[in-house]
Nanobody, 126 residues
Framework: QVRLVESGGGSVQAGGTLKLTCVYS????????MGWFRRRPGQEREGVAR????????HYAKFVEGRFTISRDRRRNMVYLQMSNLRPDDTAMYYC???????????????????WGRGTQVTVSA
């Protein structure tokens, strides 16, 4: 059974850092990319970053460029989101997701993903 489990969320002050971890358990043979999404209070889920599973290609939402870094460890089936210079408007539930479509694209739409974790809460105070 395929499962994604996020961890690493917490409460930090503005300007602080957090590193989120996503563990993928199950068959990864079909996975072509992994992504991080977030849902801020009262907002729709939005794409934050994605990384290709087999190639070093990353894409970020403009609102996190230069502050967040996505990476992955294929041997351990883990994906990470290093977040720095956090702002209060980064407060959200953060989700890890896996997708299986072919080709290289932004893949920051939730519709591009088939498997989701339950999320980890990030709270940034001013």
């Amino acid at each position: 059974q395929v499962r994604l489990v996020e961890s690493g969320g917490g409460s930090v002050q503005a300007g602080g850092t957090l590193k989120l971890t996503c563990v993928y358990s199950g068959y990864t043979g079909d996975v072509t990319y992994m992504g991080w999404f977030r849902r801020r209070p009262g907002q729709e889920r939005e794409g934050v970053a994605r990384i290709l599973w087999n190639y070093e290609d990353r894409h970020y939402a403009k609102f996190v460029e230069g502050r967040f870094t996505i990476s992955r460890d294929r041997r351990r089936n883990m994906v990470y989101l290093q977040m720095s210079n956090l702002r209060p408007d980064d407060t959200a539930m953060y989700y890890c997701a896996a997708g299986t479509r072919g080709g290289i694209a932004n893949r920051l739409s939730p519709a591009d993903y088939t498997t989701w974790g339950r999320g980890t809460q990030v709270t940034v105070s001013a």
